[in-house]
């Protein structure tokens, strides 16, 4: 056979023998992160119990709200004293089950030992397998399996034909269909042929027609279209056999008869009939073209179903649209909308998910002599898509086509390829198949060949007889595939078309021009005109394309084969004088025949080679052995000119052949001639075309998927094929069967066995005997597995044998990866450039190169060390250590290509990990290390680099045995061997077996010498951690995410790793984690700060809240906001929120959520799984400043973890957007975070570029293009979160279901690791009994974990480990750390509130223990009963969903243990825990009113200020009450209100204060605080039953202390400065700044002082007052029984500034309108004194005044501003008009007026917004009062326009119009004359006269000023106006001047000396004193 047939065969069908890694799925690159995976992983969990879920639902809670409301207003019901019913409830009520043996006394160790067996119980074993992985694109270690090298399809369409029904039935009709692609002008199938002719039909041609195979009897086939577009058409075409005249006339009957009128044509028909049977008796074996039609593709695909088709379609029908078309719609397959659109090609078209349609064709046109070419074809095919189409005005033939199209299916039965091959073998012989349809693509497809074909097309196209002598009609084309020139020599290898045999030997085309058919006697029935041919293979080269030969008129001579016709052999006759005259074209579809020059001659040389066959003909060359070398060397180098699709199509022989000769070098005439470095640059340079022309086929590390999968299947060692050339059964049994063998590698199903062997390289370290390859592999390989002793030299070298005799010595066998790294080590220049563009394909090469030696060498079970000669190892040294540099050096000028290069040598490397000896790896991977190490310290931005350095790494440590590389057994001794390996020796032995010993704890626990030694690259991964982490590492703050992703990815990975899942083995695992914890707690300042969202329960914090925004307040945070703007990005400030701030002082970049939480998982991670007692150990060593930043670490932990709530899941699920604090967090992370060129390529390998790049001005970054750095910034749409589109947002019921099952899985998990955390601190302390300091951190942190929503579970446990906490340090509590024992108070009330009856149990256990322990130290427990009270009343101040009924049945559980403590019977303790639990009884029914009106704010705070009097003699708790109120003003934004409620509390504080110390500076109690507000004497401590404030228990809170007075103070001022109340903020320093002074605390008085000046700045600003608007004034009146105890109150409200009267009005009807119903509430109108008796007893009324303050004369002196005017306001009036007979405004001597002046309880802004009404007086003015009161007003107007400055005109001009101008009603003039024109009669309004006149006299001046000042400020154009003014001025001055010039005698008499009371004169107006 020939040597290149044989070739290619083995190629196709050889077995391949691919390496397999047993444990490779194992590693981290198959991470088990994956969402699938995550679910398997979580099936069976419990669901945990949360209150939070458990707490009743919304809207049922609401309407019991509703009801309290309606039933009472009153705040009386029951009195604050009515304790007896109220005891008798709780004593009648059920407590909650007791827990057993809690009164007993055990032992602290045998509480420990069973809370420690209990917690341990039933923990979910897989921490990550509950925490999602971090979101990353693809994990760059992920490399993915290359797909199969299989057959290229396009997408495959199924077409089967029903039925083809004309109007007669009366002859045979042949069809054949084929795709055309019109805009390509190609035809883009081969035919498919079928006939639908009846079986009385076929009858009619059993003569000429063989018996049918049943493959040519299929109706369906299957086409593949790799380009679908709008321009396919499927076109049918139809012949019948050869008759009598032209296609028209045969064509007629079938346009003229209808089927309907048969009986009628009955005669006709018969003849019709008739002549065609003797047509097809005679002529059965020729054909005529009759008629055709065509079926615009798309559009059935695009609207299969619809009846409204695309108009071109419609014309191929009759004219009309009616029932033309009819189809079967399928509606089980998947609608339109679900196209989805991947293809290449166009975008609508896609073939693979439209619904299935069935066409019916009904008209056909008929073909036309012509026309029949394909060019002819295409301009009707372009003229169908026209609307008007040429086609529609022929007449059409009638005819019914019925065809089905749809998708075809994955593997449909019964199916032939093109070579009528099964393509999956079935039985049944009968069945009627399916054929596949060769494709010829429309443009070029670049898939390597996996199958044998070899098929040839011939399509003859026209002929020009017109210069032949003679008649020649009814010409048809005789083609036959001759092996000689006898005609006996035809070969039956062209395929038959329909219903005849499958391979024929001769085939016709249809006869075309002819004219008649009419048989003269005797002539035969075919007579040849001419003869032509081609050969075929010329030179070994298959001749193909147009052809236009001579035809010669007679049979040519012999050996006329060698010849081409175009040769004129002597004596011929041709017609046409030897022109060219029949045209034809010959196509190939070959995987045999390369079809390219360059590759045949490539192929022929290296097989001439083989055969060692000289001269070799090559074309038209003859090449002799001397000449063999140059012609071998210059055809590998022209490899480069050949065309890329024949390469891509032949690249698995292309690639062997050029390996073959770089381990096999040839020997030519004695020589042996190297080629390596010929056939290396070969290889590199087309690896590289490959590389640049096929850009859609690479992975995400840029490896193509070509060559990806040329390595993993097809590549094997030379010397390793199996020793019979072929594997094919017997040989080769004809080409034709090679297709069988070769088919199996076209459906990826068969791969199992069928093709692939797998080697598996087990790790030798861990499992099976070293000598054989373990039984996967044999179970693997099976009946395959070869004989091991047969000589493994192959073929190649056994046919050459006789060179032995030539050279006497065998060609040298090299091995190939030895060979390569000695080529890539040489290479340099272009060849080096080329190969490192794409090393990785010379890594892998190399790698299965090894392995395959390995392999077939019997070598796996050698020690690594000797498993490869010294020479290799230096080459891959040397190769490694110059690409490090290569990647060093190029970083910034070859971005892509150096993350290429970088993760190919990582991968290169974490491949030589399972083969070659890990010291050595070791030794490579730190040579990388030093060269990036050296480069690092000069670059001054270094982050791209350590970013490659992190890839690298991470590739590496997604080794499957990454663990055991890290020998996690040895001891941390001083290595044997030089570092960084330990002997690999001690490698073979290293299971887990050995103990730890004793050995220096801290090593094991710091990146310290020995651990980076011992365990290399965990040492690595963990300082690469803490050098990123590090806050001075300059411009890595990009990196954060990347270096924790590696980190949470390695530990997730062992979590799931089924070989470590015993608990000893992963206590091992864990120990190469040890260091993180160190890491973690130093990040600690940088670390996201959860706990910021509970704003009550900060972590230990020191804010300095001045300087600081806190983060949630702003979106985005600055870091990014500057980063957008294109600035570098600063240091990133915060405060400290830890305790600890890091020594140097420095500020610290923040971590984003998102990595915080992976940071802090994996910690929590290596808690877990830690052997506790080396941890011990090891807190045992570290310093109280240490072992406090682990407990902030810890403290930090349970608010990260905190379960969300299932309410919290569906909210966000509710929102499209999630603007959750994490989703910031990863848009900052995207903005900022370092996004390579590699995620670049994963985005375009996926089609997605939304990427914007915001480069910056990178000052720091030499090359423009800084990824890794901060200053570059992307936007990645995929990042932000804007991913509506594409993710199902709402998620449904069951998913939102199973998150929260996970997350509060998650959160119990978490914080019971946390709490065996502490436990195990708390042990260190008991057993080093010293650091007792830090027991108050524990507890600080067990008391967070208590306060945060936690599962019942968990709070089981909580609760038993701090009983047993307090059990062993009581002390602690109640002498050290008091503030944490009221927050314990707090947290266990909260609980015992819970509505889940366990925890109850549990904290109320817990709860009577703390007051047992209490009064067991000191015969009383007044410090819990004082803690317990204020908890309670904070607990009921501030909690929404407080359940009083739950809380009760707590402290009946309280009162039972007290009742059942046998212990203390005898002691006052049962007593004393009565007393408490009834008194926090009176208190819970008291707060529970307060929850009736937590709607009504009014009432609320009145409520809040009667609880805090009721405490005042219990100053704590009377100040827990005073900061309730100010909380709730704050939220109602009453500033000023909450300002007074802090003033108050320091006032309090202030007191008792100087009760305990006498400090000169301090106040010296309320009266110093009189200034700032009058009401704060309240809070003088003078009644009888005041405690002392030194009494245990009392003032003990943190606020009773100066600093705690100082705080308030600084709250109030902050408060004050809010409302706009400067001038009071100074009143505050006051009070302050000698505290401050006496403290010589000069930083905090600048600070002060520097306040104080933007105070007194805003005053100046703001003199005039309008600015600052500090409240307006409302009298409230309340009427109706409804009411309760507000009927008949009256109050005084303080409402925003601005609103109005009817604002108020609107929100008290409103809201008593919900409360009564709004029929009952009723606002009266006006504010006349309100009569109850006329009211309805059953409506309430509310009666609304506006009100002003009010000041008499005297208190005018100092009120002088504005603020003073609007500050301790008590006094308030407001004016009702009316006159005597009842109407309220009558003429002006009938006028009176009624002032009101109420006086208020306390003064304003008061500790409460509205105040009771305590005192009210009236002042009736008589009209000539009321009209002097209008003229002094009038006057001040007047003045005020007047001297206002800067002046203003317009202002001036209205007043003066109201004062001079005539219409005036009732104005000036007319109030003189009614008043004044005479004295009055009666001497008590003598005065009132007199005043009037006054007050006249000085109107007059005021209007000569403003005339005055008008007329300096008005221009030209208002003269005129200034002349009226002062016309009208005159006027009424005339009018006035004698009525003013009138004095009353009687008042100017002699003074007498005064008797009477100064006061006199306005005693003698009517005055009412009503009080």
């Keep these: 056979m020939d040597p290149h047939v044989r070739d290619c065969i083995r190629s196709y069908t050889e077995d391949w023998a691919i390496v397999i890694r047993k444990y490779h799925k194992l590693g981290t690159g198959f991470n088990p992160n994956t969402l699938d995976k995550q679910k398997e992983r979580q099936k069976g969990l419990p669901k945990q119990v949360f209150e939070s879920d458990e707490a009743p639902d919304g809207s049922n809670y609401q309407d019991e709200q509703d009801d309290l409301k309606r039933r009472s207003m009153s705040i009386d019901d029951t009195p604050r004293g009515s304790w007896a019913c109220s005891i008798f409830d709780l004593k009648n009520s059920l407590p909650d089950a007791l827990l057993p043996n809690l009164l007993d006394r055990t032992p602290n160790e045998e509480i420990d030992r069973q809370n420690d067996d209990q917690r341990k119980s039933n923990r979910h074993k897989e921490l990550f397998g509950l925490h999602p992985s971090p979101d990353e694109e693809e994990p760059i270690e992920r490399l993915s399996v290359p797909d199969v090298p299989k057959e290229h399809f396009g997408q495959r369409l199924l077409v089967k034909c029903l039925s083809l029904k004309f109007e007669i039935e009366i002859e045979p009709i042949f069809a054949s269909l084929a795709l055309y692609d019109v805009k390509e002008k190609k035809k883009i199938s081969e035919n498919f042929y079928f006939d639908l002719n009846s079986e009385q039909m076929k009858g009619l041609l059993r003569p000429h027609v063989p018996p049918a195979a049943i493959t040519t009897l299929a109706r369906s086939a299957i086409f593949s279209i790799t380009y679908p577009s709008q321009d396919v058409f499927l076109v049918i075409k139809l012949e019948k056999v050869l008759q009598q005249g032209d296609i028209g006339e045969c064509a007629e009957p079938y346009m003229i008869f209808k089927e309907a009128d048969a009986t009628k044509n009955k005669e006709k028909l018969e003849k019709l009939k008739s ?50 078309w009819s189809e079967r719609r399928n509606s089980s397959i998947v609608g339109r909308r679900s196209l989805e659109r991947t293809t290449s090609g166009d975008d609508a078209c896609n073939l693979t998910s439209f619904r299935p349609a069935t066409l019916t064709v009904t008209n056909f046109f008929k073909q036309e002599g012509d026309r029949l070419s394909d060019e002819d074809l295409y301009k009707f095919l372009a003229d169908m898509r026209r609307p008007s189409s040429v086609l529609r005005r022929l007449r059409p033939i009638t005819a019914q086509l019925k065809i089905d199209i749809s998708p075809a299916p994955e593997n449909p039965h019964y199916c032939l390829t093109p070579e009528l091959l099964q393509v999956k073998l079935y039985p049944d012989s009968r069945v009627r198949p399916t054929r596949e349809i060769l494709e010829f693509p429309a443009r070029d497809v670049y898939v390597p060949n996996t199958t044998y074909r070899n098929l040839l097309y011939i399509y003859p196209q026209s002929l020009n007889f017109a210069n032949r002598q003679g008649s020649a009609r009814n010409i048809t084309v005789k083609v036959q595939f001759m092996y000689g020139e006898d005609p006996s020599n035809a070969m039956p290898v062209i395929f038959g078309k329909s219903s005849c045999s499958e391979f024929s030997k001769e085939a016709y085309t249809a006869v075309v021009y002819h004219n008649s058919c009419q048989q003269k006697q005797n002539t035969p029935l075919e007579t040849p005109v001419g003869y032509t041919w081609i050969p075929m293979l010329q030179n070994g080269r298959l001749k193909t394309g147009q052809f236009c030969l001579p035809v ?42 390369t079809q390219d020059p360059y590759l045949d001659k490539f192929f022929a040389l290296v097989n001439a080679l083989d055969e060692h066959m000289f001269p070799v003909r090559i074309g038209d060359m003859r090449i002799m052995e001397n000449n063999l070398e140059n012609e071998l060397k210059s055809s590998i180098s022209a490899l480069n000119s050949s065309q890329l699709e024949p390469v891509v199509r032949f690249l698995h022989l292309l690639l062997d052949k050029l390996i073959l000769l770089v381990v096999r070098p040839p020997v030519i005439a004695g020589q042996i001639v190297n080629l390596g470095q010929a056939s290396f640059e070969a290889m590199a340079s087309i690896i590289n075309r490959l590389h640049k022309n096929l850009e859609g086929n690479h992975d995400q590390h840029g490896r193509n998927s070509l060559l990806a999968s040329y390595i993993y299947y097809v590549f094997r060692l030379p010397n390793t094929y199996p020793n019979s050339p072929s594997p094919g059964p017997g040989g080769l049994g004809g080409s034709v069967h090679y297709a069988t063998m070769a088919r199996s590698a076209v459906r990826p199903a068969s791969l199992n066995l069928n093709r692939s062997r797998s080697l598996s390289n087990s790790n030798p370290d861990i499992s099976g005997t070293p000598t054989s390859p373990d039984d996967e592999v044999r179970s693997i390989i099976g009946s395959k597995a070869m004989d091991r002793s047969c000589n493994r030299m192959s073929s190649h070298t056994e046919t050459s044998s006789f060179l032995q005799t030539l050279t006497g010595r065998l060609p040298t066998k090299k091995l190939f990866h030895e060979e390569l790294a000695l080529q890539w080590v040489v290479c340099s220049g272009s060849v080096r450039e080329s190969a490192l563009q794409q090393a990785w394909f010379f890594f892998e090469l190399m790698v299965k190169s090894m392995v395959h030696h390995l392999y077939f060498n019997d070598k796996l079970g050698a020690p690594r060390k000797t498993r490869f000669p010294e020479r290799f190892m230096d080459d891959i040294a040397a190769l490694v250590s110059t690409i490090a540099n290569d990647i060093v050096s190029r970083f910034q000028k070859d971005t892509e290509m150096v993350e290429r290069l970088n993760t190919s040598l990582a991968f290169f490397l974490n491949d030589l990990l399972s083969v070659m000896d890990r010291g050595f790896v070791f030794s490579l991977i730190k040579t990388c290390y030093k060269q990036v190490s050296s480069k690092l310290y000069s670059l001054p931005n270094p982050s791209i680099l350590v970013s490659l350095r992190l890839d690298f790494l991470r590739i590496i440590c997604s080794h499957e045995h990454y663990v055991t590389l890290n020998l996690p057994c040895s001891l941390l001794t001083p290595p044997a061997s030089p570092s960084p390996s330990v002997s690999s020796a001690t490698s073979q032995s290293s299971g887990f077996s050995t103990n730890v010993q004793d050995q220096k704890i801290a090593n094991m626990f710091e990146l310290s010498v020995p651990f980076r030694q011992q365990h290399y690259l965990a040492g690595l991964v963990l300082t690469e951690l803490a050098v990123i982490l590090d806050p001075e590492a300059e411009g890595l703050f990009g990196l954060h995410k990347k ?51 509970h704003n009550q329960r900060g972590r230990p914090i020191c804010i300095a809240t001045d300087d600081y925004e806190s983060e949630s307040g702003s979106m985005i945070s600055q870091t990014v906001a500057m980063a957008i703007a294109g600035t570098s990005v600063p240091q990133l400030t915060r405060p400290g929120s830890f305790l600890l701030t890091s020594t140097s002082g420095r500020q610290h970049t923040t971590f984003s959520a998102e990595s915080s939480r992976s940071l802090l998982i994996c910690l929590l991670w290596v808690l877990k799984n830690a052997d506790e007692t080396v941890l011990q150990k090891w807190f045992t060593d570290l310093s109280v400043l240490q072992l406090n930043r682990l407990l902030d670490l810890l403290y930090l932990c349970v608010s990260c973890f905190e379960y969300k709530g299932k309410k919290v899941f569906e909210r966000m699920n509710s929102l499209t957007f999630k603007k959750s604090k994490d989703m910031r967090a990863k848009l900052e992370e995207a903005i900022l975070g370092s996004i390579g060129a590699r995620q670049e390529m994963v985005r375009r390998s996926r089609g997605q570029l939304g990427t914007y790049t915001i480069p910056s001005p990178s000052e720091r970054s030499p090359s423009g293009s800084a990824f890794g750095s901060q200053e570059n910034l992307r936007w990645r749409k995929d990042m932000t979160h804007w991913r509506q589109n594409t993710e199902k947002l709402d998620k449904s019921r069951a998913e939102i279901e199973h998150e929260a099952l996970i997350d509060g899985n998650l959160a119990t998990e978490a914080n019971l690791i946390i709490l065996d955390t502490l436990e195990i601190v708390v042990q260190t302390v008991s057993v080093t009994e010293s650091k007792e300091s830090i027991l108050g951190g524990v507890l600080k942190v067990l008391l967070h974990s208590m306060a945060c929503n936690q599962s019942a579970v968990y709070l089981q446990h909580c609760f038993a480990t701090q009983r047993a906490l307090v059990s062993k340090f009581p002390e602690l509590l109640f002498e050290e750390e008091t503030e944490q024992c009221a927050d314990l108070c707090l947290r266990l009330l909260r609980h015992c509130s819970s509505s889940i009856s366990t925890i109850r149990s549990h904290a109320s256990a817990s709860l009577y223990l703390l007051m047992r322990q209490n009064f067991e130290i000191g015969n009383n427990f007044a410090r819990v009963k004082m803690q317990v009270t204020m908890s309670l009343s904070s607990l009921v101040g501030t909690s929404q969903n407080f359940n009083e009924e739950f809380l009760r049945r707590s402290l009946k559980t309280i009162l039972t243990y007290a009742e059942e403590d046998l212990e203390l019977r005898e002691t006052t303790f049962p007593d004393q825990v009565q007393d408490l639990v009834f008194n926090l009884h009176m208190i819970l029914s008291d707060t529970v009113k307060m929850k009736e009106h937590q709607e009504d704010p009014e009432m609320l705070i009145d409520l809040m200020y009667r609880i805090a009097k009721g405490y005042q003699t219990s100053p704590d708790l009377r100040l827990t009450w005073l900061q309730n109120m100010a909380g709730k003003h704050s939220e109602r934004s009453n500033h000023a209100e909450a300002a007074q409620c802090l003033v108050h509390s320091a006032a309090l504080v202030a007191e008792y204060l100087s009760m305990l110390e006498d400090r000169k500076y301090l106040p010296v109690g309320c009266v110093t605080f009189q200034n700032i507000s009058s009401n704060v004497l309240e809070e003088s401590a003078v009644s009888d039953d005041v405690v002392s404030p030194d009494e245990e228990g009392i003032c003990s809170g943190k606020y009773f202390t100066e600093s705690g007075l100082v705080g308030l103070l600084e709250q109030a001022a902050a408060s004050f400065s809010m409302a706009g109340m400067y001038e009071a903020v100074n009143e505050v320093y006051k009070v302050l700044i000698p505290i401050h002074e006496a403290n010589r605390d000069a930083k905090k008085l600048s600070t002060i002082h520097g306040k104080l000046q933007e105070a007194f700045g805003k005053i100046v600003h703001q003199s005039t007052g309008w600015e600052r608007m500090f409240g307006t004034y409302f009298r409230v009146g309340f009427y109706g029984t409804k009411f ?167 202002m001036l001009q209205m007043v003066l119009q109201g004062s001079v101008g005539t219409t005036v009603n009732q104005g000036p003039l007319e109030v003189a004359q009614v008043f004044l024109s005479e004295i009055p009669s009666d001497p008590k309004l003598f005065r009132h006269h007199n005043k009037l006149r006054l007050c006249f006299k000085d109107f007059t001046k005021r209007c000569e000023d403003a005339l005055r000042k008008n007329k300096s400020l008005i221009g030209p154009d208002q003269k005129e106006y200034q002349r009226e003014l002062e016309r009208n001025y005159h006027r009424l001055k005339e009018a006035l001047q004698p009525l003013i010039n009138r004095k009353i005698p009687q008042l100017y008499k002699a003074v007498l000396p005064v008797t009477c009371h100064r006061d006199s004169f306005s005693r003698m107006s009517l005055r009412k004193m009503d009080l």
């Design 275 to 324: 002549q065609a049977d003797q047509f097809c008796q005679r002529l059965g074996k020729y054909r005529m073209p009759f008629a055709w039609t065509a079926i615009h593709l798309m559009n059935i695909v695009s609207s299969a179903g619809s009846l409204e088709r695309d108009s071109t379609e419609v014309e191929i029908s009759t004219g009309e649209r009616k029932g033309s």
């Design 552 to 593: 010669s008129l007679e049979k040519p001579p012999q050996a006329y084969s060698v010849l081409s016709p175009e040769v004129p052999l002597p004596g011929m006759k041709w017609v046409d004088n030897h022109k060219g005259v029949f045209n034809v074209e010959v196509v190939a579809v070959s995987s045999i025949h």
């Design 1043 to 1093: 270096v924790i992703n590696m980190v949470h990815n390695l530990l997730s990975s062992h979590d799931s790793d089924p070989r470590y899942s015993d608990p000893p083995t992963k206590a091992r695992v864990a120990m190469l984690y040890l260091p993180l914890i160190g890491i973690i707690m130093e990040t600690v300042p940088q670390l996201y700060d959860f706990t910021e969202t």
């Design 1684 to 1850: 309760g105890d507000l009927d008949e109150q009256e109050f005084v409200y303080k409402e925003p500034a601005i609103t109005k009267l009817a604002e108020i009005s609107h929100r008290l009807e409103g809201f008593y309108g919900e409360r009564f119903g709004e029929d009952v509430v009723e606002v009266i109108k006006d504010s006349n004194p309100v009569d109850k008796c006329k009211l309805d007893p059953n409506k309430a009324y509310i009666q609304i005044t506006y009100v002003e303050p009010y000041f008499d004369t005297y208190e005018m002196k100092d009120r002088i501003t504005y603020f003073d005017k609007n500050y301790n306001l008590r006094r308030f009036m407001y004016c009702t008009p009316f006159t005597l007979d009842g109407r309220a405004h009558g003429d002006l001597h009938e006028q009176f007026k009624r002032k009101t002046i109420l006086t208020t309880s306390h003064a304003f802004p008061y500790i409460k917004t509205r105040v009771n009404v305590t005192h009210k007086e009236e002042i009736i003015l008589t009209p000539i009062e009321v009209a002097i009161e209008d003229m002094q007003k009038k006057t001040q107007e007047l003045a005020f326009a007047t001297h206002q400055d800067p002046a203003d005109p317009k």
